[in-house]
């Protein structure tokens, strides 16, 4: 298994950057990766959520159907793969920091055969996509989208 992990504080509310992160139809818009998301059921803290991506990595297109889930305490969300090369998961967690909030990432991996070798340049470079990827989330939040836009 797999695993990096990396965090960003942003100067929005838990629950802001929480309802922003999940919505899978923001990922094209901070997520690098996320060409497109369909096939959007959001989830609830009661009811599991799902969403087909399309996303590219390493050159290479992939479609991959999710699954999320949410908890309140701690506030997170978690999306894990349902199938597709290599089984992984996503979680999110939103801690009050300051005035803002601290979104940790963990992303969490089993390359088997198909990145085996290269799994640690791999984890490397997915550890600089999701740093990327939380600092445009930072940017977006900060500075582009409007408190009241965020659960749309």
Do not use: C
Not at 16 to 43: K, M, S, T
């Amino acid at each position: 298994m797999a695993r990096t992990e990396a965090s960003q504080d942003i100067q929005r509310s838990p629950l802001d950057v929480f309802e922003y992160v999940r919505n899978p139809e923001h990922y094209p818009d901070w997520a690098g990766i996320v060409l497109e998301a369909r096939n959007i059921r959001q989830p609830t803290f009661t009811q599991e959520g799902h969403y087909t991506s399309v996303s590219k990595f390493l050159g290479r297109r992939m479609e991959l159907n999710f699954r999320m889930t949410v908890t309140e305490r701690p506030l997170a969300l978690r999306l894990e793969s349902m199938g597709g090369p290599v089984p992984h998961s996503w979680h999110y967690t939103f801690e009050p920091r300051g005035n803002g909030t601290r979104v940790t990432v963990e992303v969490d991996g089993d390359p088997g055969t198909f990145f085996a070798l290269a799994a640690p340049l791999v984890m490397t470079i997915l550890h600089r996509e999701i740093q990327t990827e939380l600092l445009t989330l930072k940017n977006l939040l900060e500075t582009v989208v409007p408190a009241r836009r965020v659960a749309s």
